[in-house]
Protein backbone atom coordinates (compact mmCIF):
# COMPACT_ATOMS: atom_id res chain seq x y z
CA UNK A 1 0.00 0.00 0.00
CA UNK A 2 0.85 3.51 -0.71
CA UNK A 3 2.01 5.88 2.45
CA UNK A 4 -0.84 7.88 3.42
CA UNK A 5 -1.41 11.76 3.87
CA UNK A 6 -3.17 13.32 6.35
CA UNK A 7 -4.54 16.31 5.14
CA UNK A 8 -5.26 19.22 8.11
CA UNK A 9 -5.75 22.03 5.85
CA UNK A 10 -9.49 23.43 7.28
CA UNK A 11 -9.79 25.33 4.63
CA UNK A 12 -10.17 22.93 2.17
CA UNK A 13 -13.73 22.15 4.38
CA UNK A 14 -16.43 24.23 2.67
CA UNK A 15 -19.29 25.70 4.80
CA UNK A 16 -22.43 23.40 4.58
CA UNK A 17 -25.18 26.04 3.41
CA UNK A 18 -28.51 25.69 2.17
CA UNK A 19 -26.85 26.48 -1.19
CA UNK A 20 -24.73 23.85 -1.82
CA UNK A 21 -27.50 20.99 -0.83
CA UNK A 22 -29.85 22.74 -2.77
CA UNK A 23 -33.27 20.61 -2.88
CA UNK A 24 -35.67 21.58 -5.54
CA UNK A 25 -35.97 18.76 -7.72
CA UNK A 26 -36.93 19.27 -11.38
CA UNK A 27 -40.31 17.72 -12.75
CA UNK A 28 -40.20 13.89 -13.98
CA UNK A 29 -42.29 11.74 -14.81
CA UNK A 30 -42.92 7.88 -15.37
CA UNK A 31 -42.48 7.11 -19.25
CA UNK A 32 -42.24 3.50 -18.59
CA UNK A 33 -42.85 0.40 -16.91
CA UNK A 34 -41.83 -3.48 -16.30
CA UNK A 35 -41.24 -5.53 -13.83
CA UNK A 36 -39.63 -9.06 -13.04
CA UNK A 37 -41.85 -11.51 -10.86
CA UNK A 38 -39.86 -12.08 -7.49
CA UNK A 39 -40.03 -15.82 -8.71
CA UNK A 40 -37.60 -15.58 -11.58
CA UNK A 41 -34.80 -18.53 -11.35
CA UNK A 42 -32.14 -19.51 -12.95
CA UNK A 43 -30.39 -23.03 -12.97
CA UNK A 44 -27.35 -23.81 -10.65
CA UNK A 45 -26.62 -25.47 -7.39
CA UNK A 46 -29.00 -25.34 -4.68
CA UNK A 47 -29.01 -21.73 -2.74
CA UNK A 48 -30.82 -20.52 0.27
CA UNK A 49 -29.57 -23.10 2.33
CA UNK A 50 -28.58 -21.23 5.15
CA UNK A 51 -31.37 -17.94 4.79
CA UNK A 52 -34.01 -19.71 6.63
CA UNK A 53 -37.62 -20.57 5.88
CA UNK A 54 -38.25 -17.81 3.36
CA UNK A 55 -41.04 -15.30 3.69
CA UNK A 56 -43.92 -14.07 1.42
CA UNK A 57 -45.09 -17.67 0.70
CA UNK A 58 -42.19 -18.45 -0.98
CA UNK A 59 -39.98 -21.46 0.74
CA UNK A 60 -36.14 -21.61 1.07
CA UNK A 61 -33.70 -23.29 -0.05
CA UNK A 62 -34.48 -23.08 -3.85
CA UNK A 63 -33.53 -26.30 -5.19
CA UNK A 64 -30.95 -26.90 -8.06
CA UNK A 65 -31.70 -23.40 -8.94
CA UNK A 66 -30.03 -19.50 -8.08
CA UNK A 67 -32.35 -16.46 -7.59
CA UNK A 68 -32.53 -13.85 -10.35
CA UNK A 69 -32.56 -11.25 -7.79
CA UNK A 70 -31.30 -8.81 -5.92
CA UNK A 71 -30.25 -6.52 -8.50
CA UNK A 72 -27.68 -4.04 -7.55
CA UNK A 73 -26.18 -2.41 -10.46
CA UNK A 74 -27.29 -2.13 -14.07
CA UNK A 75 -24.71 -1.76 -17.38
CA UNK A 76 -26.28 -1.41 -20.93
CA UNK A 77 -26.68 -4.44 -22.64
CA UNK A 78 -25.15 -6.24 -25.93
CA UNK A 79 -27.80 -5.00 -28.29
CA UNK A 80 -29.96 -1.84 -27.67
CA UNK A 81 -33.12 -1.91 -25.30
CA UNK A 82 -30.83 -4.94 -23.45
CA UNK A 83 -29.21 -4.40 -20.07
CA UNK A 84 -26.73 -6.71 -18.05
CA UNK A 85 -28.07 -6.42 -14.10
CA UNK A 86 -25.85 -7.81 -11.49
CA UNK A 87 -27.05 -9.56 -8.57
CA UNK A 88 -25.51 -9.03 -5.14
CA UNK A 89 -24.09 -11.27 -2.64
CA UNK A 90 -27.75 -13.27 -2.05
CA UNK A 91 -29.67 -13.49 0.69
CA UNK A 92 -27.67 -10.24 2.39
CA UNK A 93 -24.93 -11.32 4.40
CA UNK A 94 -21.74 -13.61 4.45
CA UNK A 95 -22.95 -15.84 7.01
CA UNK A 96 -25.90 -17.07 4.63
CA UNK A 97 -24.95 -16.82 1.00
CA UNK A 98 -22.31 -19.37 0.66
CA UNK A 99 -24.35 -21.10 -1.66
CA UNK A 100 -25.31 -17.94 -3.90
CA UNK A 101 -23.53 -17.27 -7.31
CA UNK A 102 -21.83 -14.34 -8.22
CA UNK A 103 -23.84 -13.36 -11.48
CA UNK A 104 -24.60 -11.05 -14.07
CA UNK A 105 -27.85 -11.65 -16.10
CA UNK A 106 -28.92 -9.87 -19.79
CA UNK A 107 -32.30 -8.92 -19.74
CA UNK A 108 -34.76 -6.74 -21.93
CA UNK A 109 -37.61 -5.29 -20.34
CA UNK A 110 -40.80 -4.73 -22.35
CA UNK A 111 -41.51 -1.24 -20.87
CA UNK A 112 -45.60 -0.39 -20.93
CA UNK A 113 -45.21 3.29 -22.43
CA UNK A 114 -47.90 5.51 -23.42
CA UNK A 115 -48.40 5.64 -27.30
CA UNK A 116 -50.42 8.82 -27.61
CA UNK A 117 -53.76 6.94 -27.86
CA UNK A 118 -53.18 3.97 -25.35
CA UNK A 119 -50.47 1.90 -23.10
CA UNK A 120 -48.44 -0.06 -25.36
CA UNK A 121 -45.74 -3.32 -24.24
CA UNK A 122 -46.40 -6.37 -21.97
CA UNK A 123 -44.22 -4.50 -19.12
CA UNK A 124 -42.57 -8.41 -18.90
CA UNK A 125 -38.70 -8.52 -18.70
CA UNK A 126 -37.39 -11.06 -20.80
CA UNK A 127 -34.02 -13.26 -20.26
CA UNK A 128 -31.94 -12.49 -24.02
CA UNK A 129 -28.62 -14.57 -24.27
CA UNK A 130 -25.63 -12.44 -22.65
CA UNK A 131 -23.51 -11.73 -25.67
CA UNK A 132 -26.11 -11.47 -28.58
CA UNK A 133 -29.17 -9.77 -26.87
CA UNK A 134 -31.84 -12.28 -28.72
CA UNK A 135 -34.77 -13.01 -26.30
CA UNK A 136 -34.40 -16.50 -25.07
CA UNK A 137 -37.82 -18.72 -23.10
CA UNK A 138 -36.19 -18.48 -19.91
CA UNK A 139 -32.94 -17.95 -17.73
CA UNK A 140 -30.39 -20.43 -18.55
CA UNK A 141 -26.33 -20.90 -19.45
CA UNK A 142 -26.41 -18.27 -22.50
CA UNK A 143 -28.35 -15.70 -20.33
CA UNK A 144 -25.98 -15.29 -17.91
CA UNK A 145 -22.41 -15.09 -16.77
CA UNK A 146 -20.76 -16.07 -13.37
CA UNK A 147 -17.67 -14.81 -11.59
CA UNK A 148 -15.04 -16.83 -10.94
CA UNK A 149 -11.41 -17.32 -9.95
CA UNK A 150 -9.83 -20.50 -11.64
CA UNK A 151 -6.48 -18.58 -11.11
CA UNK A 152 -6.58 -18.36 -7.44
CA UNK A 153 -5.85 -14.58 -7.61
CA UNK A 154 -8.24 -13.59 -4.64
CA UNK A 155 -5.92 -13.10 -2.07
CA UNK A 156 -8.07 -14.98 0.80
CA UNK A 157 -9.54 -18.71 0.59
CA UNK A 158 -13.48 -18.96 -1.25
CA UNK A 159 -16.45 -20.51 -0.76
CA UNK A 160 -14.59 -23.18 -3.44
CA UNK A 161 -11.29 -23.92 -0.54
CA UNK A 162 -13.99 -25.76 1.28
CA UNK A 163 -14.95 -29.23 1.20
CA UNK A 164 -17.96 -27.86 3.28
CA UNK A 165 -19.99 -24.64 2.94
CA UNK A 166 -18.25 -22.35 5.98
CA UNK A 167 -22.19 -21.42 7.42
CA UNK A 168 -24.44 -23.14 9.71
CA UNK A 169 -22.96 -26.25 11.07
CA UNK A 170 -20.13 -26.58 7.95
CA UNK A 171 -21.85 -29.59 7.36
CA UNK A 172 -23.28 -29.57 3.71
CA UNK A 173 -20.40 -29.83 1.18
CA UNK A 174 -19.92 -27.53 -1.23
CA UNK A 175 -21.68 -27.80 -4.83
CA UNK A 176 -18.87 -29.94 -6.70
CA UNK A 177 -19.48 -27.54 -9.84
CA UNK A 178 -18.29 -24.37 -7.73
CA UNK A 179 -15.34 -26.22 -6.44
CA UNK A 180 -14.26 -27.65 -9.88
CA UNK A 181 -14.57 -24.00 -11.62
CA UNK A 182 -14.03 -22.06 -8.73
CA UNK A 183 -17.04 -19.72 -8.78
CA UNK A 184 -17.19 -16.91 -6.87
CA UNK A 185 -20.19 -16.55 -3.90
CA UNK A 186 -21.84 -14.53 -1.78
CA UNK A 187 -19.76 -15.46 1.38
CA UNK A 188 -16.50 -14.52 -0.71
CA UNK A 189 -17.64 -10.97 -2.30
CA UNK A 190 -20.80 -8.81 -1.21
CA UNK A 191 -20.88 -7.24 -4.39
CA UNK A 192 -22.68 -3.90 -5.19
CA UNK A 193 -21.61 -2.12 -8.54
CA UNK A 194 -20.21 -2.99 -11.26
CA UNK A 195 -18.45 -1.00 -14.27
CA UNK A 196 -17.09 -1.87 -17.53
CA UNK A 197 -13.54 -0.08 -18.50
CA UNK A 198 -12.28 1.00 -22.43
CA UNK A 199 -10.87 -2.32 -22.43
CA UNK A 200 -13.82 -4.66 -21.60
CA UNK A 201 -12.66 -5.45 -18.12
CA UNK A 202 -15.20 -5.52 -15.16
CA UNK A 203 -14.72 -3.83 -12.17
CA UNK A 204 -16.93 -4.54 -9.28
CA UNK A 205 -17.67 -2.70 -5.74
CA UNK A 206 -18.39 -4.72 -2.94
CA UNK A 207 -18.85 -4.41 0.65
CA UNK A 208 -17.04 -6.92 2.76
CA UNK A 209 -13.57 -5.30 2.61
CA UNK A 210 -14.39 -3.16 0.96
CA UNK A 211 -12.52 -4.45 -2.15
CA UNK A 212 -12.64 -3.33 -6.07
CA UNK A 213 -12.04 -7.13 -8.19
CA UNK A 214 -11.16 -6.93 -11.96
CA UNK A 215 -12.44 -9.32 -13.56
CA UNK A 216 -12.36 -10.16 -17.75
CA UNK A 217 -15.69 -9.27 -19.67
CA UNK A 218 -17.05 -12.40 -19.24
CA UNK A 219 -16.36 -13.10 -15.49
CA UNK A 220 -12.88 -14.18 -14.76
CA UNK A 221 -10.76 -12.87 -11.69
CA UNK A 222 -7.42 -10.89 -13.40
CA UNK A 223 -5.88 -10.42 -10.15
CA UNK A 224 -6.26 -9.92 -6.50
CA UNK A 225 -8.67 -8.08 -4.80
CA UNK A 226 -8.27 -3.86 -4.54
CA UNK A 227 -8.21 -2.49 -0.71
CA UNK A 228 -9.05 0.79 0.18
CA UNK A 229 -6.37 3.01 1.50
CA UNK A 230 -7.49 5.50 4.56
CA UNK A 231 -7.04 8.83 2.65
CA UNK A 232 -7.70 11.22 5.51
CA UNK A 233 -10.18 14.20 4.67
CA UNK A 234 -9.17 17.37 6.37
CA UNK A 235 -10.86 17.58 9.85
CA UNK A 236 -11.71 13.71 10.07
CA UNK A 237 -9.88 11.68 13.33
CA UNK A 238 -9.96 9.03 11.36
CA UNK A 239 -7.31 6.26 12.23
CA UNK A 240 -5.66 3.04 10.38
CA UNK A 241 -3.86 2.32 7.11
CA UNK A 242 -6.87 0.77 5.05
CA UNK A 243 -10.80 1.38 5.12
CA UNK A 244 -12.08 -1.88 6.71
CA UNK A 245 -15.41 -3.52 7.68
CA UNK A 246 -15.83 -6.34 10.09
CA UNK A 247 -15.94 -9.20 7.45
CA UNK A 248 -12.53 -8.03 5.70
CA UNK A 249 -10.67 -10.96 5.41
CA UNK A 250 -7.25 -9.03 6.23
CA UNK A 251 -8.27 -7.67 9.54
CA UNK A 252 -5.30 -9.66 11.17
CA UNK A 253 -6.31 -8.24 14.46
CA UNK A 254 -6.68 -4.67 13.02
CA UNK A 255 -9.98 -2.59 14.27
CA UNK A 256 -12.79 -2.20 11.71
CA UNK A 257 -13.48 1.57 10.90
CA UNK A 258 -16.12 1.40 8.46
CA UNK A 259 -19.87 -0.24 9.83
CA UNK A 260 -21.31 -3.72 8.01
CA UNK A 261 -22.70 -3.54 4.96
CA UNK A 262 -21.47 0.22 4.27
CA UNK A 263 -19.30 -0.27 1.72
CA UNK A 264 -18.62 0.48 -2.33
CA UNK A 265 -22.74 0.83 -2.66
CA UNK A 266 -21.80 3.12 -5.54
CA UNK A 267 -19.34 3.34 -8.29
CA UNK A 268 -18.91 5.49 -11.04
CA UNK A 269 -16.74 5.18 -14.34
CA UNK A 270 -15.94 8.55 -16.24
CA UNK A 271 -17.07 8.35 -20.10
CA UNK A 272 -12.97 7.31 -21.22
CA UNK A 273 -13.17 4.56 -19.05
CA UNK A 274 -10.29 4.81 -16.89
CA UNK A 275 -10.74 6.36 -13.77
CA UNK A 276 -13.38 4.90 -10.96
CA UNK A 277 -15.14 6.55 -8.61
CA UNK A 278 -16.27 4.97 -5.37
CA UNK A 279 -18.89 5.98 -3.40
CA UNK A 280 -19.14 4.29 0.35
CA UNK A 281 -22.26 3.90 1.87
CA UNK A 282 -21.35 4.40 5.58
CA UNK A 283 -19.16 7.03 6.98
CA UNK A 284 -15.66 6.05 8.13
CA UNK A 285 -15.33 6.16 12.31
CA UNK A 286 -13.55 9.40 12.84
CA UNK A 287 -15.36 11.32 9.57
CA UNK A 288 -18.07 12.49 11.99
CA UNK A 289 -15.27 15.33 13.38
CA UNK A 290 -15.47 17.13 10.02
CA UNK A 291 -19.03 18.03 11.03
CA UNK A 292 -20.33 17.63 14.80
CA UNK A 293 -23.66 17.89 13.65
CA UNK A 294 -23.88 14.87 11.48
CA UNK A 295 -22.48 11.27 11.02
CA UNK A 296 -23.65 11.18 7.67
CA UNK A 297 -20.81 11.82 5.26
CA UNK A 298 -19.64 9.42 3.06
CA UNK A 299 -16.53 9.46 0.74
CA UNK A 300 -15.65 9.41 -2.91
CA UNK A 301 -12.35 8.12 -3.72
CA UNK A 302 -10.76 8.34 -7.31
CA UNK A 303 -9.15 5.08 -8.43
CA UNK A 304 -6.46 5.01 -12.03
CA UNK A 305 -7.41 1.90 -13.33
CA UNK A 306 -3.79 2.22 -15.85
CA UNK A 307 -1.88 2.15 -12.81
CA UNK A 308 -4.71 -0.04 -10.70
CA UNK A 309 -4.07 2.41 -7.86
CA UNK A 310 -5.79 4.71 -5.90
CA UNK A 311 -4.88 8.35 -6.19
CA UNK A 312 -5.13 10.53 -3.21
CA UNK A 313 -8.15 12.53 -4.93
CA UNK A 314 -11.36 12.25 -2.66
CA UNK A 315 -14.23 13.74 -2.02
CA UNK A 316 -17.09 13.90 0.35
CA UNK A 317 -20.65 13.55 0.27
CA UNK A 318 -23.57 14.73 2.76
CA UNK A 319 -26.81 12.88 2.82
CA UNK A 320 -29.59 14.48 4.03
CA UNK A 321 -31.38 14.51 7.37
CA UNK A 322 -33.88 11.75 6.08
CA UNK A 323 -31.52 9.57 4.18
CA UNK A 324 -29.79 6.87 5.94
CA UNK A 325 -27.75 5.10 2.71
CA UNK A 326 -26.86 5.49 -0.96
CA UNK A 327 -28.24 3.14 -3.53
CA UNK A 328 -25.86 3.81 -6.61
CA UNK A 329 -23.93 6.66 -7.83
CA UNK A 330 -23.49 6.71 -12.21
CA UNK A 331 -21.14 9.45 -14.29
CA UNK A 332 -22.96 11.64 -16.46
CA UNK A 333 -20.00 12.86 -17.68
CA UNK A 334 -16.25 13.86 -16.79
CA UNK A 335 -17.97 15.88 -13.31
CA UNK A 336 -21.17 15.30 -12.65
CA UNK A 337 -22.98 11.70 -11.38
CA UNK A 338 -26.14 11.02 -10.24
CA UNK A 339 -26.74 9.39 -6.69
CA UNK A 340 -29.52 7.31 -5.54
CA UNK A 341 -29.73 7.90 -1.90
CA UNK A 342 -32.87 6.08 0.83
CA UNK A 343 -33.94 5.60 3.60
CA UNK A 344 -35.29 2.09 4.69
CA UNK A 345 -39.16 3.37 5.08
CA UNK A 346 -41.37 1.15 2.67
CA UNK A 347 -45.17 1.26 1.91
CA UNK A 348 -45.62 -1.26 5.18
CA UNK A 349 -43.06 -0.27 7.37
CA UNK A 350 -42.03 3.71 9.06
CA UNK A 351 -40.22 6.07 8.50
CA UNK A 352 -42.58 7.57 5.70
CA UNK A 353 -39.75 6.62 2.58
CA UNK A 354 -37.52 8.83 1.32
CA UNK A 355 -36.12 7.91 -2.23
CA UNK A 356 -34.60 10.37 -4.15
CA UNK A 357 -32.25 10.82 -7.21
CA UNK A 358 -29.60 13.57 -6.70
CA UNK A 359 -27.14 15.51 -9.45
CA UNK A 360 -23.64 15.38 -8.19
CA UNK A 361 -20.84 17.79 -9.16
CA UNK A 362 -17.07 17.50 -8.47
CA UNK A 363 -16.16 20.51 -10.61
CA UNK A 364 -14.53 23.03 -9.13
CA UNK A 365 -14.24 21.52 -5.48
CA UNK A 366 -10.75 20.45 -3.72
CA UNK A 367 -9.74 16.83 -2.68
CA UNK A 368 -11.23 16.78 0.34
CA UNK A 369 -14.04 18.70 -0.05
CA UNK A 370 -17.90 18.21 -0.45
CA UNK A 371 -19.41 17.67 -3.36
CA UNK A 372 -22.80 19.72 -4.61
CA UNK A 373 -25.52 18.36 -4.67
CA UNK A 374 -28.83 19.38 -6.26
CA UNK A 375 -32.37 17.27 -5.88
CA UNK A 376 -33.06 15.68 -9.38
CA UNK A 377 -36.49 12.78 -8.50
CA UNK A 378 -38.44 12.44 -5.80
CA UNK A 379 -39.25 8.70 -6.91
CA UNK A 380 -41.77 8.57 -3.89
CA UNK A 381 -44.06 11.26 -5.98
CA UNK A 382 -43.87 10.47 -9.91
CA UNK A 383 -46.49 11.54 -11.95
CA UNK A 384 -47.62 8.51 -13.57
CA UNK A 385 -50.78 10.05 -16.19
CA UNK A 386 -51.23 7.33 -18.15
CA UNK A 387 -51.23 4.96 -14.85
CA UNK A 388 -48.66 2.43 -16.35
CA UNK A 389 -48.08 0.49 -13.17
CA UNK A 390 -51.97 -0.06 -13.49
CA UNK A 391 -52.42 0.66 -9.58
CA UNK A 392 -55.17 3.33 -10.00
CA UNK A 393 -53.09 5.99 -9.21
CA UNK A 394 -51.87 8.74 -11.53
CA UNK A 395 -48.98 9.43 -8.88
CA UNK A 396 -46.29 6.76 -9.10
CA UNK A 397 -44.11 5.85 -6.17
CA UNK A 398 -41.18 3.44 -5.63
CA UNK A 399 -41.67 2.42 -1.92
CA UNK A 400 -38.99 -0.67 -1.71
CA UNK A 401 -36.17 -0.81 1.04
CA UNK A 402 -33.21 -0.64 -1.44
CA UNK A 403 -33.25 0.91 -4.78
CA UNK A 404 -29.77 0.59 -6.11
CA UNK A 405 -29.42 1.00 -9.87
CA UNK A 406 -29.47 3.77 -12.34
CA UNK A 407 -28.68 4.79 -15.71
CA UNK A 408 -28.86 7.20 -18.08
CA UNK A 409 -30.95 6.00 -21.28
CA UNK A 410 -30.42 9.36 -23.08
CA UNK A 411 -30.05 12.84 -21.75
CA UNK A 412 -33.52 12.93 -20.50
CA UNK A 413 -33.96 9.28 -19.46
CA UNK A 414 -33.19 7.56 -16.68
CA UNK A 415 -33.61 3.53 -15.88
CA UNK A 416 -33.93 2.71 -12.23
CA UNK A 417 -34.59 -0.33 -11.12
CA UNK A 418 -34.83 -1.55 -7.50
CA UNK A 419 -32.73 -4.46 -5.34
CA UNK A 420 -35.84 -6.67 -3.89
CA UNK A 421 -33.66 -8.56 -1.30
CA UNK A 422 -35.68 -12.07 -2.13
CA UNK A 423 -37.65 -13.49 -0.52
CA UNK A 424 -38.63 -10.32 1.20
CA UNK A 425 -41.63 -8.71 1.70
CA UNK A 426 -43.16 -5.29 2.78
CA UNK A 427 -41.98 -3.17 -0.23
CA UNK A 428 -45.92 -2.38 -1.40
CA UNK A 429 -47.46 -5.33 0.27
CA UNK A 430 -47.04 -8.52 2.36
CA UNK A 431 -45.70 -10.53 -0.43
CA UNK A 432 -42.64 -10.99 -1.75
CA UNK A 433 -41.08 -7.87 -3.47
CA UNK A 434 -40.58 -8.04 -7.20
CA UNK A 435 -37.99 -6.32 -9.05
CA UNK A 436 -39.80 -3.56 -11.03
CA UNK A 437 -38.08 -1.11 -14.44
CA UNK A 438 -38.53 2.16 -14.68
CA UNK A 439 -38.19 4.43 -17.09
CA UNK A 440 -38.06 7.84 -15.89
CA UNK A 441 -38.55 11.32 -18.46
CA UNK A 442 -36.56 14.29 -17.09
CA UNK A 443 -38.49 17.64 -18.01
CA UNK A 444 -34.55 19.05 -18.48
CA UNK A 445 -32.00 17.32 -20.00
CA UNK A 446 -28.58 16.17 -18.94
CA UNK A 447 -25.19 17.43 -19.70
CA UNK A 448 -24.56 13.73 -21.17
CA UNK A 449 -21.28 12.55 -22.63
CA UNK A 450 -20.81 9.90 -24.88
CA UNK A 451 -19.51 6.82 -22.48
CA UNK A 452 -16.84 5.13 -24.17
Given at each position: ??????????????????????????????????????????????????????????????????????????????????????????????????????????????????????????????????????????????????????????????????????????????????????????????????????????????????????????????????????????????????????????????????????????????????RLYTLLEGTVNGDNTINASTNKILRINE??????????????????????????????????????????????????????????????????????????????????????????????????????????LDASTLLIINDNNYPATGGRDA??????????????????????
Open positions: MSSMKKFVHMALLPALSAALFATSAQAAELSGFALMPANAFSRGPTSGQFAGPGAGGNALPLLNKQPVQGVSAVLHGPIPNTFRVMADNGFGAKTNSADTLLRLYAVRPDFKTWNGQAVVGSGAVWPVNYWSGHVLPRFNAQSFITLRDPNHRVGFDITADHSHYPNGNNDIPVAKTIQQRRLLTGYDFDLESVRQDSRGHLWFGEEFGPFLLETSANGRVLRAEFRLPNVIPPGSSATGVEVMAPQNPHLAGATPNLPTSRGFEGMAINPAGTFRISTRRYTNTHWLYQMENDGTAIGDMTAINDHQFLVLERNSGTATRAPAPFKKVYLIDIAGVASGGFVSKTELVDLMNLPDPHDLNADGSTTFTFPFVTIESVLPNSDNTEFLSIKLAQPLNLATIH
